[in-house]
């Protein structure tokens, strides 16, 4: 009985993928019991899903539920002629905040809620995620935000292609921040023709978005709890939007690629070629993330704390621990103390 019960145990917590759920490993379990019994042949069909399978589509269903109230709220913007009375930098910054904690809160037990493919790139590089499942999520990511911008495209039709229209009459380009393809993927404004300038801008707000995301994660963090990370990761987006929408930011490979298919289907080539900017939109947030998580690894990290509140363990064991404790004195000041945070590592707090 104490195998099976350890055994159970296991499954609701060390399988979880590397990610969001990194941060929930030790939550406190909700006693709710089902009114219907459930049955032998729902646990057989569940445990015969592939896990890949499973990964795949929480990934692609978390980046649609992210992507999609935040197009959605740009279309309403843009399709009134920013009227107020249907949107608002501040409502979109909204969508995507909410839309991103509520992709989080539903899919992130199953696939770790990763999202956004240099997401899944750092944890490879820093965590443990393995390499080999790094391609599939990146492209059910990209998937994800591909059927979010055909599901808007089927709903607003009717609206959108009278817009477009109407811009082709006017002689006005399809490409812009403010155009028809515009409602799906950044472009940057007429007067926005200094790339480095673009270039610095995405970096610097998806590194800042990277640090948020990375403390949240972190189980040593105090000030972020399970239930906190979504919506505080969803802010941190958020606040990127209010701050630099005007200026053009796309924060998410996977979000710009996927919906910029979209808007090269119905508008053209252009979605891509237009000012030299996709590449921007697309690949920066890959070694802006990066760079986030390894000044956070590098800087900001606190391993020692980490194994001391039972979320890692020493590569060499118990015996390991005991030897880093003996080198750097921490025997002497108190290992328990130290390694609960309450020794000096916390007195910081206390000033």
Request: charged share 15%; glycine share 10%.
């Amino acid at each position: 009985m104490a195998n099976s019960d350890n055994h159970l145990h296991r499954l609701q917590t060390g399988q979880l993928e590397l990610g969001a759920t990194e941060a929930i490993q030790r939550h406190v379990t909700r006693h709710v019991v089902e009114t219907k019994p459930v049955s032998q042949r729902k646990l057989d069909f569940e445990h015969s899903r592939p896990r890949w399978l499973r990964e795949m589509a929480a990934e692609a269903t978390g980046v649609f539920f992210y992507v999609y109230p935040g197009i959605a709220s740009v279309a309403a913007f843009i399709l009134n002629e920013g009227n107020p009375a249907y949107g608002s930098f501040f409502q979109i910054g909204w969508a995507f905040a909410i839309g991103i904690a509520f992709a989080i809160i539903t899919c992130a037990s199953t696939s770790g809620g990763h999202f956004n493919p240099a997401v899944t790139i750092c944890f490879a590089i820093w965590q443990g995620f393995p390499w080999k499942k790094v391609p599939y999520y990146i492209f059910a990511q990209i998937f994800g935000a591909f059927m979010a911008g055909m599901m808007l495209m089927g709903q607003y039709w009717e609206q959108i292609s009278a817009f477009k229209a109407e811009t082709l009459e006017k002689g006005m380009p399809l490409f812009g921040p403010a155009a028809p393809a515009g409602i799906l993927c950044t472009f940057p404004l007429p007067t926005q023709t200094n790339l480095g300038f673009l270039f610095l801008i995405e970096f610097f707000v998806d590194s800042f978005i990277g640090i948020v995301i990375w403390a949240s994660l972190d189980p040593a963090n105090p000030f972020v709890s399970p239930t906190s990370a979504p919506y505080t990761i969803g802010m941190a987006y958020g606040l990127m939007v209010w701050g630099f929408a005007n200026i053009s930011i796309s924060t998410n490979l996977a979000r710009d690629l996927g919906t910029r298919i979209v808007a090269a289907i119905f508008f053209g080539g252009g979605a891509f070629s237009t000012d030299n900017y996709s590449w921007i939109a697309i690949l920066v947030n890959v070694p802006a993330t990066i760079f986030a998580t390894g000044y956070y690894e590098m800087l900001m990290r606190d391993s020692l704390r980490k194994i001391g509140h039972g979320h890692a363990v020493h590569e060499e064991g118990e015996e390991g621990l005991a030897r880093h404790l003996t080198k750097t004195n921490t025997i002497e000041q108190g290992s328990t103390n130290v390694l609960k945070g309450n020794g000096s590592g916390s007195d910081e707090y206390k000033a």
